[in-house]
Nanobody
C-alpha cells in the first residue's frame, strides 16, 4: 500500500559527498517518521539516521557530524546528505517510513536499497 522510491547513491572517492532521497507514495494517512539504514557486506543492518515528522533527528555515532537527515513532509520525502565519506560507509542504504495507512493501522515500509561505494 505504501511504496518507497530511492534515488542517489553511486561511487565516490573518500572525503567526497553524496545525497540520497526517498519518496513515499500510496495510501498514506499519516507519516510519523522516516529514516535510513544500511547494510555493509558481511555485516548486519544498522541504523544510520532517523527523523520524525516534527523534525527531531537522531544519528548513529559513526555518522554524527558528517551526515544530515531531513524530511519534506509536503512531499513525503526523506533526504540523506552524506559528507566526508569514508570507505567504511560503503553499503546498501535502505530508507524506511513509519506510516499509518488509516486511523487504526500503522506499520513500516521499506525502499529497495541503493548502493553507496566509497573507493579511490
Amino acid at each position: 500500500q505504501v511504496q518507497l522510491v530511492e534515488s542517489g547513491g553511486g561511487l565516490v572517492q573518500p572525503g567526497g559527498s553524496l545525497s540520497l532521497s526517498c519518496a513515499a507514495s500510496g495510501t498514506i494517512y499519516s507519516i510519523y517518521g522516516m529514516g535510513w539504514y544500511r547494510r555493509a557486506p558481511g555485516k548486519q543492518r544498522e541504523l544510520v539516521a532517523a527523523i520524525t515528522s516534527g523534525g527531531s533527528a537522531d544519528y548513529a555515532d559513526f555518522v554524527k557530524g558528517r551526515f544530515t537527515v531531513s524530511m519534506d513532509t509536503a512531499k513525503n520525502t526523506v533526504y540523506l546528505q552524506m559528507n566526508s565519506l569514508k570507505t567504511e560507509d560503503t553499503a546498501v542504504y535502505y530508507c524506511y517510513v513509519d506510516v499509518a495507512v488509516s486511523s487504526w493501522r500503522r506499520g513500516e515500509a521499506w525502499g529497495q536499497g541503493t548502493q553507496v561505494t566509497v573507493s579511490s
